[in-house]
Protein backbone atom coordinates (compact mmCIF):
# COMPACT_ATOMS: atom_id res chain seq x y z
CA UNK A 1 0.00 0.00 0.00
CA UNK A 2 1.36 3.34 -0.62
CA UNK A 3 2.67 5.81 2.22
CA UNK A 4 0.09 8.28 0.77
CA UNK A 5 -2.61 5.78 1.65
CA UNK A 6 -1.60 4.60 4.90
CA UNK A 7 -1.29 7.68 6.14
CA UNK A 8 -4.74 8.93 5.18
CA UNK A 9 -5.97 5.78 6.51
CA UNK A 10 -4.03 6.63 9.98
CA UNK A 11 -6.05 10.16 9.48
CA UNK A 12 -8.96 9.19 9.48
CA UNK A 13 -8.73 6.62 12.46
CA UNK A 14 -7.53 9.46 14.69
CA UNK A 15 -10.28 11.44 13.33
CA UNK A 16 -12.84 8.50 13.82
CA UNK A 17 -11.47 8.64 17.58
CA UNK A 18 -11.80 11.96 18.23
CA UNK A 19 -15.56 11.53 17.31
CA UNK A 20 -15.94 8.49 19.71
CA UNK A 21 -14.41 10.80 22.31
CA UNK A 22 -16.71 13.67 22.40
CA UNK A 23 -19.80 11.09 21.59
CA UNK A 24 -18.64 9.41 25.07
CA UNK A 25 -18.99 12.71 26.72
CA UNK A 26 -23.11 12.50 25.33
CA UNK A 27 -24.02 8.80 25.75
CA UNK A 28 -28.07 10.15 25.75
CA UNK A 29 -27.66 12.37 22.66
CA UNK A 30 -25.59 9.94 20.88
CA UNK A 31 -27.59 6.67 21.61
CA UNK A 32 -30.80 8.73 20.15
CA UNK A 33 -29.60 9.43 17.35
CA UNK A 34 -28.39 6.04 16.56
CA UNK A 35 -31.93 5.01 18.00
CA UNK A 36 -33.74 7.37 14.74
CA UNK A 37 -31.65 6.03 12.45
CA UNK A 38 -32.11 2.39 13.61
CA UNK A 39 -35.92 2.98 12.93
CA UNK A 40 -35.70 5.00 9.89
CA UNK A 41 -33.87 1.77 8.37
CA UNK A 42 -36.29 -0.55 9.98
CA UNK A 43 -39.69 1.08 8.37
CA UNK A 44 -39.07 0.01 5.63
CA UNK A 45 -39.03 -3.83 6.08
CA UNK A 46 -41.76 -5.99 6.91
CA UNK A 47 -41.11 -6.69 10.41
CA UNK A 48 -40.65 -3.04 11.43
CA UNK A 49 -43.78 -2.06 9.39
CA UNK A 50 -45.63 -5.43 11.84
CA UNK A 51 -44.10 -3.46 14.96
CA UNK A 52 -45.24 -0.08 14.07
CA UNK A 53 -41.60 1.12 13.93
CA UNK A 54 -40.85 4.80 12.71
CA UNK A 55 -38.28 7.41 12.64
CA UNK A 56 -39.71 9.57 14.87
CA UNK A 57 -40.75 7.17 17.45
CA UNK A 58 -40.54 7.98 20.48
CA UNK A 59 -38.44 5.74 22.74
CA UNK A 60 -41.56 5.48 25.22
CA UNK A 61 -43.76 4.55 22.45
CA UNK A 62 -40.61 2.28 21.15
CA UNK A 63 -40.75 0.55 24.37
CA UNK A 64 -43.86 0.17 24.04
CA UNK A 65 -44.68 -1.42 21.35
CA UNK A 66 -41.34 -3.04 19.77
CA UNK A 67 -40.93 -6.62 21.91
CA UNK A 68 -38.12 -7.25 23.77
CA UNK A 69 -37.21 -10.53 21.60
CA UNK A 70 -35.00 -13.62 21.62
CA UNK A 71 -33.76 -15.77 18.27
CA UNK A 72 -36.69 -18.03 18.58
CA UNK A 73 -38.99 -14.95 18.23
CA UNK A 74 -37.24 -13.71 15.08
CA UNK A 75 -36.40 -17.04 13.57
CA UNK A 76 -39.65 -17.55 11.52
CA UNK A 77 -38.73 -13.41 9.91
CA UNK A 78 -35.41 -14.92 9.83
CA UNK A 79 -36.79 -18.08 7.44
CA UNK A 80 -38.78 -15.50 5.70
CA UNK A 81 -35.75 -13.54 5.06
CA UNK A 82 -33.34 -16.72 3.60
CA UNK A 83 -36.27 -17.21 1.42
CA UNK A 84 -36.19 -13.72 -0.14
CA UNK A 85 -34.06 -10.76 -1.16
CA UNK A 86 -36.58 -8.19 0.10
CA UNK A 87 -36.72 -6.20 2.82
CA UNK A 88 -38.39 -8.93 5.35
CA UNK A 89 -35.93 -8.15 8.88
CA UNK A 90 -32.89 -6.77 7.04
CA UNK A 91 -33.11 -2.90 6.35
CA UNK A 92 -30.58 -3.35 3.07
CA UNK A 93 -29.55 -6.00 0.77
CA UNK A 94 -27.92 -8.86 2.89
CA UNK A 95 -23.86 -9.37 1.84
CA UNK A 96 -24.15 -13.07 3.92
CA UNK A 97 -25.15 -15.16 6.66
CA UNK A 98 -23.05 -15.62 9.93
CA UNK A 99 -23.83 -18.32 11.77
CA UNK A 100 -23.20 -18.43 15.45
CA UNK A 101 -23.63 -21.16 17.90
CA UNK A 102 -23.91 -21.23 21.60
CA UNK A 103 -22.71 -23.93 24.16
CA UNK A 104 -26.31 -25.88 23.23
CA UNK A 105 -24.82 -26.35 19.80
CA UNK A 106 -27.36 -24.79 18.24
CA UNK A 107 -26.98 -23.04 14.77
CA UNK A 108 -28.48 -19.37 14.49
CA UNK A 109 -28.24 -17.29 10.97
CA UNK A 110 -27.18 -14.01 11.49
CA UNK A 111 -27.92 -11.43 8.38
CA UNK A 112 -25.40 -9.32 7.91
CA UNK A 113 -25.81 -5.76 5.96
CA UNK A 114 -23.06 -3.90 4.50
CA UNK A 115 -23.53 -1.34 7.33
CA UNK A 116 -23.27 -3.62 9.94
CA UNK A 117 -20.19 -4.47 8.43
CA UNK A 118 -18.90 -1.31 8.79
CA UNK A 119 -19.77 -1.13 12.53
CA UNK A 120 -17.57 -4.04 12.83
CA UNK A 121 -14.95 -2.48 10.75
CA UNK A 122 -14.95 0.75 12.71
CA UNK A 123 -14.63 -0.97 16.01
CA UNK A 124 -11.40 -2.30 15.04
CA UNK A 125 -9.77 0.86 13.97
CA UNK A 126 -11.21 2.83 17.09
CA UNK A 127 -9.33 -0.05 19.01
CA UNK A 128 -6.30 0.35 16.76
CA UNK A 129 -5.65 3.73 16.34
CA UNK A 130 -6.11 4.09 20.48
CA UNK A 131 -3.47 1.40 21.05
CA UNK A 132 -1.27 3.03 18.39
CA UNK A 133 -2.21 6.82 20.34
CA UNK A 134 -1.73 5.71 23.85
CA UNK A 135 -0.52 1.68 23.87
CA UNK A 136 2.73 0.51 24.11
CA UNK A 137 5.31 1.67 21.36
CA UNK A 138 5.22 -0.57 18.57
CA UNK A 139 8.24 -0.42 16.33
CA UNK A 140 7.77 -3.93 13.70
CA UNK A 141 3.85 -3.63 13.88
CA UNK A 142 4.00 -7.92 13.13
CA UNK A 143 1.25 -9.42 14.91
CA UNK A 144 -1.31 -12.42 14.48
CA UNK A 145 -4.83 -12.46 14.42
CA UNK A 146 -6.54 -15.34 15.21
CA UNK A 147 -8.63 -15.76 12.07
CA UNK A 148 -10.80 -18.78 12.41
CA UNK A 149 -11.08 -21.00 9.37
CA UNK A 150 -14.33 -22.08 8.29
CA UNK A 151 -13.21 -25.98 7.33
CA UNK A 152 -16.33 -26.30 5.17
CA UNK A 153 -17.39 -26.34 2.34
CA UNK A 154 -19.10 -23.28 0.70
CA UNK A 155 -22.77 -22.75 0.74
CA UNK A 156 -25.47 -20.54 -0.23
CA UNK A 157 -29.33 -19.69 0.60
CA UNK A 158 -31.90 -20.55 -1.34
CA UNK A 159 -32.12 -16.76 -2.45
CA UNK A 160 -28.13 -17.32 -3.16
CA UNK A 161 -26.57 -15.41 -0.20
CA UNK A 162 -23.48 -16.75 1.16
CA UNK A 163 -23.56 -18.16 4.63
CA UNK A 164 -20.01 -17.60 6.21
CA UNK A 165 -17.54 -15.26 6.17
CA UNK A 166 -14.76 -16.75 4.44
CA UNK A 167 -12.59 -15.87 7.67
CA UNK A 168 -12.30 -12.99 10.42
CA UNK A 169 -10.64 -10.70 8.20
CA UNK A 170 -13.59 -10.07 6.07
CA UNK A 171 -14.84 -7.89 9.05
CA UNK A 172 -12.91 -5.42 8.15
CA UNK A 173 -13.32 -2.93 5.24
CA UNK A 174 -11.20 -3.71 2.22
CA UNK A 175 -8.57 -0.58 2.65
CA UNK A 176 -7.66 -2.08 6.00
CA UNK A 177 -7.05 -5.52 5.14
CA UNK A 178 -4.63 -4.10 3.06
CA UNK A 179 -3.14 -2.05 5.46
CA UNK A 180 -2.60 -4.16 7.61
CA UNK A 181 -2.23 -7.59 5.87
CA UNK A 182 1.10 -7.23 4.74
CA UNK A 183 2.57 -7.38 8.36
CA UNK A 184 0.48 -10.25 9.50
CA UNK A 185 1.36 -13.84 10.10
CA UNK A 186 -1.24 -15.66 8.50
CA UNK A 187 -2.48 -19.16 8.37
CA UNK A 188 -2.25 -21.58 5.75
CA UNK A 189 -4.18 -20.43 2.71
CA UNK A 190 -5.35 -23.85 1.97
CA UNK A 191 -7.16 -24.64 5.18
CA UNK A 192 -10.25 -26.57 3.57
CA UNK A 193 -7.45 -28.81 2.75
CA UNK A 194 -5.88 -29.58 5.68
CA UNK A 195 -6.81 -31.14 8.67
CA UNK A 196 -6.94 -29.30 12.52
CA UNK A 197 -4.18 -31.41 13.23
CA UNK A 198 -2.33 -29.90 10.55
CA UNK A 199 -3.63 -26.78 10.14
CA UNK A 200 -1.80 -26.19 13.54
CA UNK A 201 1.26 -27.51 13.01
CA UNK A 202 2.01 -24.99 10.08
CA UNK A 203 0.15 -22.20 12.00
CA UNK A 204 2.67 -22.97 15.17
CA UNK A 205 5.29 -23.02 12.80
CA UNK A 206 4.49 -19.94 10.85
CA UNK A 207 4.13 -18.42 14.51
CA UNK A 208 7.16 -19.18 15.88
CA UNK A 209 9.38 -17.96 12.43
CA UNK A 210 7.78 -14.49 13.60
CA UNK A 211 10.86 -13.61 15.80
CA UNK A 212 9.80 -9.91 15.44
CA UNK A 213 5.91 -10.43 16.38
CA UNK A 214 4.50 -7.75 18.33
CA UNK A 215 0.67 -8.21 18.56
CA UNK A 216 -1.16 -11.43 19.47
CA UNK A 217 -4.73 -10.82 19.01
CA UNK A 218 -7.29 -14.11 19.96
CA UNK A 219 -10.66 -14.32 21.00
CA UNK A 220 -10.14 -16.53 23.84
CA UNK A 221 -7.02 -16.88 25.55
CA UNK A 222 -7.53 -21.14 25.38
CA UNK A 223 -6.68 -20.77 21.78
CA UNK A 224 -3.22 -19.58 22.20
CA UNK A 225 -2.95 -21.59 25.36
CA UNK A 226 -3.89 -24.83 23.05
CA UNK A 227 -1.03 -23.48 20.09
CA UNK A 228 1.43 -23.06 23.08
CA UNK A 229 0.68 -26.65 24.32
CA UNK A 230 0.86 -28.38 20.82
CA UNK A 231 4.18 -26.63 19.91
CA UNK A 232 5.58 -27.84 23.45
CA UNK A 233 4.15 -31.45 22.61
CA UNK A 234 5.58 -31.50 19.05
CA UNK A 235 8.89 -29.80 19.47
CA UNK A 236 11.32 -31.62 17.23
CA UNK A 237 8.72 -31.59 14.54
CA UNK A 238 7.96 -27.46 14.74
CA UNK A 239 11.76 -26.97 15.53
CA UNK A 240 13.29 -28.88 12.29
CA UNK A 241 10.64 -27.09 10.04
CA UNK A 242 11.39 -23.81 11.66
CA UNK A 243 14.62 -23.83 11.58
CA UNK A 244 14.32 -25.26 8.06
CA UNK A 245 12.11 -22.24 6.84
CA UNK A 246 9.39 -24.54 5.41
CA UNK A 247 6.91 -27.73 6.36
CA UNK A 248 5.15 -30.10 3.96
CA UNK A 249 1.75 -31.67 5.13
CA UNK A 250 -1.15 -33.03 2.98
CA UNK A 251 1.17 -32.66 -0.49
CA UNK A 252 1.91 -28.88 0.19
CA UNK A 253 4.49 -27.19 1.47
CA UNK A 254 4.55 -23.81 3.23
CA UNK A 255 7.56 -21.49 3.50
CA UNK A 256 8.42 -19.48 6.23
CA UNK A 257 11.35 -17.31 7.95
CA UNK A 258 14.65 -19.37 8.39
CA UNK A 259 14.93 -19.35 12.49
CA UNK A 260 17.24 -22.15 13.57
CA UNK A 261 17.42 -20.56 16.80
CA UNK A 262 14.58 -22.00 17.79
CA UNK A 263 15.93 -25.19 18.25
CA UNK A 264 17.58 -24.16 21.64
CA UNK A 265 14.81 -22.20 22.74
CA UNK A 266 12.32 -25.52 22.22
CA UNK A 267 15.28 -27.73 23.96
CA UNK A 268 14.50 -26.30 27.71
CA UNK A 269 11.60 -28.15 29.29
CA UNK A 270 9.85 -25.04 30.57
CA UNK A 271 9.66 -23.08 26.90
CA UNK A 272 10.61 -19.54 27.28
CA UNK A 273 8.06 -17.86 25.46
CA UNK A 274 9.37 -14.43 26.00
CA UNK A 275 12.39 -15.50 24.30
CA UNK A 276 10.28 -17.17 21.33
CA UNK A 277 9.10 -13.59 20.96
CA UNK A 278 11.14 -11.23 22.40
CA UNK A 279 9.61 -8.41 20.84
CA UNK A 280 6.40 -8.72 21.88
CA UNK A 281 4.04 -5.74 23.33
CA UNK A 282 0.67 -6.60 23.06
CA UNK A 283 -1.79 -9.57 23.99
CA UNK A 284 -5.45 -9.17 23.41
CA UNK A 285 -7.83 -12.01 24.50
CA UNK A 286 -11.04 -12.08 26.64
CA UNK A 287 -10.32 -11.78 30.01
CA UNK A 288 -13.19 -11.84 31.82
CA UNK A 289 -16.04 -14.60 33.14
CA UNK A 290 -15.13 -17.92 32.43
CA UNK A 291 -12.09 -16.92 30.53
CA UNK A 292 -10.21 -15.28 33.29
CA UNK A 293 -8.43 -17.88 34.64
CA UNK A 294 -7.31 -18.97 31.17
CA UNK A 295 -5.82 -15.12 30.73
CA UNK A 296 -4.38 -15.46 34.26
CA UNK A 297 -2.18 -18.45 33.13
CA UNK A 298 -1.12 -16.24 29.58
CA UNK A 299 -0.03 -13.30 32.09
CA UNK A 300 2.20 -15.55 34.32
CA UNK A 301 4.10 -16.86 30.82
CA UNK A 302 4.50 -13.96 29.43
CA UNK A 303 5.55 -11.09 32.19
CA UNK A 304 5.95 -8.05 31.54
CA UNK A 305 3.95 -7.96 28.53
CA UNK A 306 0.52 -5.96 28.07
CA UNK A 307 -2.38 -8.07 28.64
CA UNK A 308 -5.75 -6.12 27.11
CA UNK A 309 -9.14 -7.53 27.55
CA UNK A 310 -11.55 -7.87 24.33
CA UNK A 311 -14.45 -5.83 24.47
CA UNK A 312 -17.98 -7.62 23.75
CA UNK A 313 -17.80 -8.10 20.08
CA UNK A 314 -20.85 -11.04 19.16
CA UNK A 315 -21.49 -12.00 16.27
CA UNK A 316 -24.85 -10.45 16.16
CA UNK A 317 -23.15 -6.75 17.05
CA UNK A 318 -20.16 -5.04 18.16
CA UNK A 319 -20.97 -3.70 21.57
CA UNK A 320 -18.00 -2.51 23.31
CA UNK A 321 -14.53 -2.10 22.70
CA UNK A 322 -11.40 -1.89 24.77
CA UNK A 323 -9.47 1.57 25.31
CA UNK A 324 -6.23 2.20 27.36
CA UNK A 325 -7.17 4.45 29.53
CA UNK A 326 -10.96 2.81 30.08
CA UNK A 327 -11.27 0.95 33.31
CA UNK A 328 -13.45 -1.40 31.24
CA UNK A 329 -14.71 -1.86 27.86
CA UNK A 330 -16.67 1.23 26.06
CA UNK A 331 -20.01 0.85 24.51
CA UNK A 332 -19.99 1.79 20.89
CA UNK A 333 -22.77 4.29 21.72
CA UNK A 334 -22.60 5.78 17.98
CA UNK A 335 -23.07 1.90 16.42
CA UNK A 336 -25.33 0.22 18.27
CA UNK A 337 -28.29 1.25 20.83
CA UNK A 338 -28.05 -0.49 24.17
CA UNK A 339 -30.42 -1.59 26.74
CA UNK A 340 -30.52 -2.83 29.74
CA UNK A 341 -32.92 -5.88 31.69
CA UNK A 342 -32.73 -5.41 35.82
CA UNK A 343 -33.14 -8.42 37.78
CA UNK A 344 -36.66 -7.27 38.63
CA UNK A 345 -37.71 -7.27 34.99
CA UNK A 346 -37.18 -3.47 34.21
CA UNK A 347 -35.90 -2.15 31.31
CA UNK A 348 -32.74 0.50 31.35
CA UNK A 349 -31.24 2.80 29.08
CA UNK A 350 -27.59 3.16 28.86
CA UNK A 351 -27.60 6.70 30.48
CA UNK A 352 -29.60 5.35 33.61
CA UNK A 353 -27.40 2.79 34.70
CA UNK A 354 -25.55 3.51 38.19
CA UNK A 355 -22.08 2.26 39.08
CA UNK A 356 -21.91 -1.34 40.29
CA UNK A 357 -25.01 -2.19 38.51
CA UNK A 358 -25.59 -5.84 36.82
CA UNK A 359 -27.81 -5.91 33.84
CA UNK A 360 -28.29 -8.64 30.85
CA UNK A 361 -27.85 -6.50 27.67
CA UNK A 362 -30.62 -6.08 25.14
CA UNK A 363 -29.13 -4.25 21.54
CA UNK A 364 -30.67 -2.66 18.51
CA UNK A 365 -28.42 -2.96 15.58
CA UNK A 366 -28.56 -1.46 12.04
CA UNK A 367 -28.70 -4.99 10.27
CA UNK A 368 -32.21 -5.99 11.43
CA UNK A 369 -32.35 -7.38 14.81
CA UNK A 370 -34.11 -4.81 17.25
CA UNK A 371 -34.21 -5.18 21.03
CA UNK A 372 -32.67 -8.36 20.72
CA UNK A 373 -31.40 -10.50 24.21
CA UNK A 374 -28.36 -11.17 23.89
CA UNK A 375 -28.32 -12.71 27.15
CA UNK A 376 -24.86 -11.70 28.17
CA UNK A 377 -24.62 -10.18 31.32
CA UNK A 378 -22.62 -7.09 32.53
CA UNK A 379 -21.21 -4.82 35.13
CA UNK A 380 -20.92 -1.32 34.96
CA UNK A 381 -16.94 -0.57 35.95
CA UNK A 382 -15.79 2.77 35.79
CA UNK A 383 -16.74 5.25 32.88
CA UNK A 384 -15.17 6.85 30.26
CA UNK A 385 -16.33 10.09 29.64
CA UNK A 386 -20.04 10.12 30.80
CA UNK A 387 -20.50 6.83 28.97
CA UNK A 388 -20.89 3.91 31.43
CA UNK A 389 -18.18 1.24 30.91
CA UNK A 390 -19.12 -2.07 30.45
CA UNK A 391 -17.50 -5.14 31.98
CA UNK A 392 -18.85 -9.04 30.82
CA UNK A 393 -19.66 -11.30 33.75
CA UNK A 394 -21.03 -14.29 31.85
CA UNK A 395 -24.18 -15.72 30.03
CA UNK A 396 -27.26 -15.62 32.06
CA UNK A 397 -29.04 -17.58 29.99
CA UNK A 398 -27.23 -20.73 31.03
CA UNK A 399 -29.17 -22.63 33.57
CA UNK A 400 -28.85 -25.79 34.99
CA UNK A 401 -32.17 -26.85 36.43
CA UNK A 402 -32.04 -30.36 37.36
CA UNK A 403 -34.70 -30.21 40.02
CA UNK A 404 -35.57 -26.84 40.40
CA UNK A 405 -32.03 -25.50 41.95
CA UNK A 406 -31.56 -22.94 39.03
CA UNK A 407 -27.90 -22.22 38.66
CA UNK A 408 -26.85 -19.75 36.77
CA UNK A 409 -23.61 -19.89 35.04
CA UNK A 410 -22.48 -16.49 36.35
CA UNK A 411 -23.32 -17.38 39.74
CA UNK A 412 -21.43 -20.56 39.26
CA UNK A 413 -18.19 -18.68 38.17
CA UNK A 414 -18.25 -16.56 41.33
CA UNK A 415 -18.79 -19.59 43.24
CA UNK A 416 -16.16 -21.87 41.99
CA UNK A 417 -13.36 -18.58 42.02
CA UNK A 418 -14.11 -18.13 45.52
CA UNK A 419 -13.90 -21.74 46.51
CA UNK A 420 -11.38 -23.11 44.10
CA UNK A 421 -9.13 -19.86 43.48
CA UNK A 422 -8.82 -17.60 40.52
CA UNK A 423 -6.02 -19.55 38.83
CA UNK A 424 -8.38 -22.44 38.88
CA UNK A 425 -9.75 -23.80 35.74
CA UNK A 426 -12.91 -25.69 35.97
CA UNK A 427 -16.25 -26.63 35.18
CA UNK A 428 -19.23 -27.67 36.51
CA UNK A 429 -21.78 -29.92 34.84
CA UNK A 430 -24.90 -32.32 36.28
CA UNK A 431 -24.24 -35.74 36.94
CA UNK A 432 -26.22 -39.10 37.94
CA UNK A 433 -25.31 -41.51 40.39
CA UNK A 434 -26.63 -44.48 42.12
CA UNK A 435 -27.52 -41.76 45.44
CA UNK A 436 -30.04 -39.62 42.67
CA UNK A 437 -28.62 -36.45 40.54
CA UNK A 438 -26.37 -34.13 41.69
CA UNK A 439 -22.91 -31.71 40.34
CA UNK A 440 -19.47 -33.04 39.39
CA UNK A 441 -16.59 -30.23 39.37
CA UNK A 442 -14.20 -30.93 36.74
CA UNK A 443 -10.90 -29.27 38.04
CA UNK A 444 -7.63 -28.80 36.58
CA UNK A 445 -4.60 -27.28 39.04
CA UNK A 446 -2.05 -28.20 40.91
CA UNK A 447 -3.37 -27.78 44.77
CA UNK A 448 -5.96 -30.38 44.51
CA UNK A 449 -7.69 -31.63 47.86
CA UNK A 450 -10.92 -32.81 46.72
CA UNK A 451 -12.53 -33.09 50.13
CA UNK A 452 -11.38 -29.47 51.15
CA UNK A 453 -12.35 -28.23 47.56
CA UNK A 454 -16.10 -29.65 47.33
CA UNK A 455 -16.71 -28.88 50.94
CA UNK A 456 -15.84 -25.09 49.86
CA UNK A 457 -17.55 -25.21 46.78
CA UNK A 458 -20.74 -27.01 48.35
CA UNK A 459 -20.83 -23.75 51.06
CA UNK A 460 -20.64 -21.34 47.71
CA UNK A 461 -23.21 -23.35 45.61
CA UNK A 462 -25.23 -23.25 49.22
CA UNK A 463 -25.66 -19.10 49.06
CA UNK A 464 -27.84 -19.84 46.08
CA UNK A 465 -31.43 -20.46 47.78
CA UNK A 466 -33.02 -22.94 45.72
CA UNK A 467 -29.78 -24.65 45.51
CA UNK A 468 -29.73 -24.89 49.43
CA UNK A 469 -33.06 -25.78 49.77
CA UNK A 470 -32.58 -28.53 47.15
CA UNK A 471 -29.63 -30.15 49.01
CA UNK A 472 -31.67 -30.01 52.27
CA UNK A 473 -34.33 -31.88 51.56
CA UNK A 474 -32.35 -34.43 49.69
CA UNK A 475 -33.14 -33.62 46.10
CA UNK A 476 -29.47 -33.21 45.31
CA UNK A 477 -26.21 -35.65 46.14
CA UNK A 478 -23.58 -33.17 47.46
CA UNK A 479 -21.07 -31.77 44.64
CA UNK A 480 -18.38 -34.27 43.72
CA UNK A 481 -15.19 -32.85 42.28
CA UNK A 482 -13.05 -34.81 40.06
CA UNK A 483 -9.30 -33.55 38.74
CA UNK A 484 -8.86 -33.63 35.31
CA UNK A 485 -5.10 -32.80 34.51
CA UNK A 486 -5.73 -31.69 30.49
CA UNK A 487 -9.09 -30.42 31.17
CA UNK A 488 -8.26 -27.42 28.38
CA UNK A 489 -7.59 -30.24 25.54
CA UNK A 490 -11.07 -31.97 26.74
CA UNK A 491 -13.01 -29.06 26.52
CA UNK A 492 -11.66 -27.75 23.43
CA UNK A 493 -12.61 -30.94 22.26
CA UNK A 494 -16.14 -30.84 23.25
CA UNK A 495 -16.80 -27.34 21.84
CA UNK A 496 -15.02 -28.27 18.52
CA UNK A 497 -17.63 -31.69 18.25
CA UNK A 498 -20.47 -29.18 18.94
CA UNK A 499 -19.65 -27.42 15.75
CA UNK A 500 -17.76 -24.14 17.52
CA UNK A 501 -14.79 -22.28 15.49
CA UNK A 502 -11.71 -22.87 16.98
CA UNK A 503 -11.08 -19.38 17.45
CA UNK A 504 -14.68 -18.79 18.62
CA UNK A 505 -14.23 -21.22 21.68
CA UNK A 506 -15.57 -19.16 25.12
CA UNK A 507 -15.16 -21.48 28.14
CA UNK A 508 -17.91 -21.63 30.60
CA UNK A 509 -18.36 -21.95 33.95
CA UNK A 510 -21.59 -24.55 33.66
CA UNK A 511 -22.10 -26.86 31.09
CA UNK A 512 -25.99 -26.96 31.91
CA UNK A 513 -26.74 -29.65 28.99
CA UNK A 514 -24.23 -32.55 28.60
CA UNK A 515 -24.58 -35.97 27.22
CA UNK A 516 -23.49 -39.04 28.90
CA UNK A 517 -21.05 -39.70 25.92
CA UNK A 518 -19.64 -36.11 26.63
CA UNK A 519 -18.97 -36.37 30.48
CA UNK A 520 -16.73 -39.70 29.50
CA UNK A 521 -14.96 -37.80 26.91
CA UNK A 522 -14.39 -34.98 29.42
CA UNK A 523 -13.20 -37.12 32.92
CA UNK A 524 -11.97 -40.45 30.51
CA UNK A 525 -13.02 -42.43 33.70
CA UNK A 526 -16.78 -43.32 33.06
CA UNK A 527 -16.60 -44.48 36.56
CA UNK A 528 -15.86 -41.39 38.15
CA UNK A 529 -18.18 -40.09 35.92
CA UNK A 530 -21.42 -41.87 37.49
CA UNK A 531 -23.39 -41.26 34.69
CA UNK A 532 -26.13 -43.10 33.79
CA UNK A 533 -26.61 -44.07 30.36
CA UNK A 534 -29.22 -41.00 29.76
CA UNK A 535 -28.34 -39.54 26.34
CA UNK A 536 -28.62 -35.64 27.35
CA UNK A 537 -30.27 -33.40 30.12
Known amino acids: ?????????????????????????????????????????????????????????????????????????????????????????????????????????????????????????????????????????????????????????????????????????????????????????????????????????????????????????????????????FVELHRDEVATAVAAGRISVSGFTFPMQRRPAVRALLRESLVDWTGVWPELRLLSCWTDGASGPFAARLATRFPGRMLQGKGLLATEAAITVPLVHAKAPVPLVGDVFLEFERVDGTIARLQDLELAEEASLVVSQCGGLVRYRMHDRVRVDGRYGATPCLRFLGRDGVVSDLVGEKLHEVFVHGAMRRALGDDAVAVLAPRKSRAGPGYACLVDRSRFEPEIDAARLERELSQGFQYHEARLHGQLCAVHIILVPDLLRRMERLWLARGLKWGDIKQTALLARVTAAEMVALTGDAADAGMQAAESW
Open 1 to 229: MKPATLIALRLAACAMRGRFVRSAREPATAQERVRRRILAAMARTAYGRACGMHARMSYRAFADRVPVVDYEDLEPWIARQVESREPILAPEPILVYEETSGSSGRRKRIPYTSRLLRSFNRAFVLWAADLVLDGPRFRTGRAFFSISPAFREAATTPSGVPIGLADDMQYLAPAVRRAVSGRLVVPPAQSLCLGMEEYRLVLACRLLAAADLEVVSVWSPTYLLALMN
